[in-house]
Each structure stands twice: as C-alpha cells, then as structure tokens.
C-alpha cells in the first residue's frame, strides 16, 4: 500500500502578501473621493497654516467680589425694601430707620456724653514734663532726639529709648554641632574684648550665649564665640538679653538727658519735654468726647432722613436682617455682588490641567446664550483636585467682564488655548498610522502608495503638526476611522501569526 503524500500547508508568506494585498487594496480603493464613507479612503493635501490646543469645562458664574453694606447707627428697621436677588445701584433706599428707635439712642448717646463731660471735669489735665527711666538697666538705644515729637518716636520704634533691664547682653547665632549644652562656657570676642559667656539656650539649630552688660559694651556690635577647645562656634551680634522700651505718649523732647551706655535708676530722669500741658488720660477722654458729639451730631441728622442706601451697584446675594429686630451699629446688613465682574469657575480635567497657565484666553459661551461667545482670561488654578468616578478635575477661575444679562450661577462652558503654532505643516490626524511606536503616513504620488515616516510636534482632535519627513503640497492618504481600525486588525494579525510561525513554514 503507497503511502499517501502529505497535503501541503499555505506558506505563511502567502498568507501575509494576501493580508497586505487586501490592505492595499483597502486604502487605494477610494482613493481621491471627496466625500469619505466608512471604510472609504481619501487623499488631503499637506498645508501650512496656525494650530490651536485647547481644553475645555464646564461651570457656573458667579461674582467676582462681594462688598457688605452695614447699619450706620444702634436701632430698629421699620421697613425693609431690598429683597435677596435685588439689582440695586448706588443710591437706592434699601430700608428705613425706626425713628421712635432712633430717638431713644439718641437719648442714650446724650446721657453718655453727660457722663463723658464729667468724666472730663474730674481728670487731672496736667502732664508731666519729664520722661523718666520706668526700670533699672543700662541704655542700649536712644531713639528721640531734640524736637521730636514723642509719640510718633513711640509709634515707630515702640519707644523713646531701650534699656537692658537684665544686666546681659546676648549673642545669638546657628549651630549644627552636637557637643554644646545650656550652662557652658565659651569665649566671646568682638571689638578689643575678648570675655567669658555662657550658654543660656540651646533651641532646635539656633544658640544663645549672653555675657554680663558692662559700660562700654555697644549694641549691634559684632561677636564671634569660641569653644573651650578653641573652635569657632558662631557668629552674631551684641544685643540687649531682655530690652525694655521707655514709652512716652505726649510732648515735644526738649534735651537728652543720658548717653548709650549711662546706667539708670527706676525713676531717674531720661528725656525733658515741652507741650506738657495736658496728660494722655485727659486726651483720650477729650478724644473720645469729639467722636461721641460726632456721632449724635449724625444721628439727629439722620433722623431727618433716616433711610438705609446702597454704597454700591451690583445685586444683592444676602440680606442679614429683619424688620423690628433691634441692631447695632456696624451690624452687617445685606451683602452685594459686583456686577461689574464676574468668576467662571470651570472643571479642568487632570491631563489637560498642567497646560494651564493665568493669563490664557478663554472663550466662554453660557447655556442661555448658545450664539454668542464671551471672552475670558485665566485668573486662578486650583491645586486641590476633585476626584469623581475616576477622573480627576480641577478648578479652574476665569474673570470675566460684567454684564446685565448674564446672572449669578448661570451654566458655561470655557475653552481655554492651551498652544498655538503658526506657520507649521500641517496634516488631519486621520492620515497618521502607529507602527511599533513610530509615526508614519501612506503619501500617495503617480498613482503610487508609499509608507513614509514623520516626526510631529503639537496635536489637536484635527490636525497634526509635522517637523519632520513630509512637504508641502505632498498629498497623504486620509483613512476613515473603520478603514483605521481595520489596518490596524489586519496588522495585528500579521504579527501574530509571525510570532507563532516557529520559523520556516510547515510542508
């Protein structure tokens, strides 16, 4: 009995020239159609022109700043006119006064005035016209000089002259060391002095060492301390251990009675000064009479016309009051918006967000008005992300200018240019293929297809910039998005049987 022959297999390079014969024939089938089908080709032209990136999100309006009106004098309201959502401007009578509530704070501003002026009538109005050391130390600083006024002295430094209070002047500097402890001993040169200082603290990197106070020791000087073994510790300056300011209030300094470094009895005289008349008690009580005659000066004026208006043009996004309820003054009434300005407060997805930046272009088209585009400026990048399903936003502000027909919490959307390139080549998307990580395209010339490597730079949904491989004019092959993933399948395939092949075809 013959044995039989062996059939034999289909080589795998047929099968491959089969699969790329049926690919080519795919993409040279509807070659040059002006309109694509699915599973159709084409053939677009390479062109120069501008290339725009962007993102896009979706949010609400809302006011850029709010201000808050509050009420001018203690009292009650007997009729509130302004309503939350109200469009108001400057000017507008938002509520009136109670003026049966108006007359009786004015019945107690009176009665306090009555009780100021006796107040006035029982204080001593006499200062003093020396300022004198309040502790016992030596002068570190002199702040006031001859015709200075001693409470702006005061106001700016904290004082009229510093004493060191304690009879220890310190230096204060970083170490990195491990071997000093608080009550060491160490030397402390600055100037010709070279004396003996102690550790008083040691907190985190940061050391103090003070030294006693003696006479010519001088602030802000500049000290060096040394270890017992010889090694430079630090470096700092002479400062007072604990500084006491001398404060004075009232006067113009006539003479300096004392020099840095004179040493001081509590009580000793360190400063003469003229305009002494009157003590600062006796001013300040004389003070707070003017603001009080003030005060109900206005309020028997106001309840002439006691009417609540509006400091500003926007729309009222809180009222905070009730009528008949008793108030204070600078008790907050209502709060609100400007309508000048408005925020866009859109959600930026995660892998757009970092080509963000304050300062782009926004343009923004609201829900109610689908036919008019807004334009908007990145103001704001949220660094908190909100994590919703698996996606991550973040938010993003853009200002936008005022206007009477868009409200608060109306919906928009923003498109934020994240890039723009111009004069580049260009090409759609659609044209380019992914093969083993390289980018390629199909150009089609004489009737010719041919594979062609690119490089690319910025991308859109539409277009492709190209920077490398490719000219001007050159016409590549557009694949529709089913012929694409038919290619691509095809391809696949191609691989797969090639990895499993083993090498030669089977006979």
């Not at 109306?410 to 080549?425: K, N």
Request: hydrophobic fraction near 35%; include cysteine; glycine fraction near 8%.
């Amino acid at each position: 009995m013959k044995e039989k022959k062996k059939r034999k297999k289909w080589p795998l390079v047929l099968i491959i020239l089969l699969i790329l014969a049926a690919a080519a024939f795919l993409l040279l089938s509807g070659k040059k159609k002006q309109e694509s089908k699915a599973g159709e080709t084409t053939t677009a032209s390479v062109i120069r022109g501008t290339l725009e990136v962007t993102t896009e999100g979706s949010g609400a309006v809302e006011a850029a700043s709010t201000k808050a009106v509050a009420l001018e004098y203690d009292g009650k309201l007997e009729t509130i006119y302004a309503e939350t959502g109200d469009q108001v401007s400057v000017g507008d009578v938002l509520a009136v006064y109670d003026t049966e509530a108006l007359d009786h704070v004015v019945e107690q501003k009176e009665e306090e005035l009555s009780q100021l002026n006796a107040s006035i009538a029982s204080t001593a109005d006499e200062g003093s016209s020396s300022i004198t050391a309040p502790v016992s130390g030596r002068v570190k600083r002199i702040y006031a000089s001859v015709g200075d006024v001693a409470s702006k002295v005061s106001d700016l430094h904290g004082g009229v002259a510093e004493i060191s209070a304690d009879g220890k002047m310190k230096v204060e500097f970083t170490y990195e060391g491990t071997v000093l402890t608080e009550g060491d001993t160490v030397t402390v040169d600055f100037d010709s002095y070279s004396v003996s200082g102690t550790v008083a603290s040691l907190k985190g990197d940061t050391v103090c060492v003070t030294i006693k106070d003696d006479t010519e020791y001088q602030v802000d000087t500049e000290a060096v301390v040394w270890g017992k073994s010889g090694e430079k510790l630090g470096e700092g300056r002479l400062l007072s251990n604990h500084p006491y300011l001398v404060e004075a209030s009232y006067g113009i300094i006539d003479s300096v009675k004392v020099t840095k470094e004179t040493y001081v009895n509590a009580g000793d005289t360190m400063f003469e000064r003229s305009d002494a008349e009157y003590n600062q008690t006796y001013l300040d009580l004389l003070s707070d009479r003017e603001e009080l005659v003030e005060e109900l000066r206005e309020l028997k004026e106001y309840r002439e016309n006691p009417e609540v208006v509006s400091e500003y043009d926007g729309y009222i996004v809180s009222l905070d009051v009730l009528e008949g309820m008793p108030y204070e003054k600078d008790q907050q009434f209502c709060t609100i918006a400007d309508s000048e300005s408005l925020n866009l407060k859109v959600e930026i997805d995660e892998l757009d967000i970092d080509g963000v930046e304050a300062g782009q272009q926004a343009a923004v088209v609201f829900d109610a008005f689908e036919d008019e585009t807004y334009q908007g400026t990145v103001e704001k990048i949220s660094g908190v992300g909100r994590n919703v399903g698996g996606v991550t936003t973040y938010t993003v502000t853009i200002a936008l200018e005022g206007d009477t027909r868009l409200k608060d919490a109306m919906s928009a959307t923003a498109t934020i240019t994240l890039d723009t390139r111009d004069d580049v080549l260009l090409v759609p998307v659609d044209a380019i293929e992914t093969l083993d990580g390289e980018k390629y395209v199909q150009v089609a010339a004489d009737g010719v297809i041919q594979q062609r490597a690119v490089t690319l730079g910025l991308i859109n949904d539409t277009y492709a910039e190209v920077t490398g491989g490719l000219t001007e004019g050159e016409q590549v092959v557009v694949i529709t998005r089913d012929s694409q993933d038919l290619f691509s399948s095809m391809m696949r395939m191609r691989d797969n049987i090639t990895g499993n092949s083993g090498g030669r075809p089977e006979e």
